[in-house]
């Protein structure tokens, strides 16, 4: 049985913008709610709530849920070890903010009403806005 953790370090601050980049990563089908259960792979329910939710049926055979957490700094994420090792190749967290980050750039450009241009610099990703 594969223990969560809260990756309190890492925080998404606006809950539309983190369900946009899920459904960019595949994950569109998300439970919303107060202190929602998460449950392992095997069906066991878990004592960790979060207030967004991927369900393990939307995930892979063997994952347990995935869950965001509301704290004062945003929605942290609600990972067990195992789906932080195997979703996405062991990289959902590192394109799930990239993903993020790309929406939260694409927000100040519509509201600056200007232009992005995105470049890549080896394995970093640079987005300029201009206004």
């Known amino acids: 049985m594969s223990k969560y953790l809260v990756y309190e370090q890492i925080a998404f601050k606006d809950r539309r913008l983190l369900l946009a980049a899920l459904a960019e990563l595949g994950y569109g089908t998300v439970e919303e709610g ?10 066991d329910r878990r004592p ?19 869950g965001f957490a509301r704290t004062a700094q945003g929605y942290v994420p609600v990972i067990s070890e195992y789906d932080g090792r195997t ?3 062991g990289q959902l967290l590192v394109k799930l903010r990239t993903a993020y980050g790309e929406r939260v ?7 600056l009403n200007g232009t992005a241009r995105r470049a890549m610099d ?10």
Not at 48 to 66: C, F, G, I, K, Y
């Open 34 to 43: 107060e202190a929602l259960s998460l449950y392992g792979y095997q069906g």
């Open 48 to 66: 960790e709530t979060a207030e967004v939710v991927v369900r393990r049926q939307h995930l892979a055979p063997a994952s347990n849920d995935l």
């Open 87 to 89: 979703l996405l190749g």
């Open 105 to 111: 750039v694409e927000e100040v450009r519509r509201r």
């Open 122 to 131: 080896g394995h970093l990703i640079k987005i300029r806005v201009r206004y």
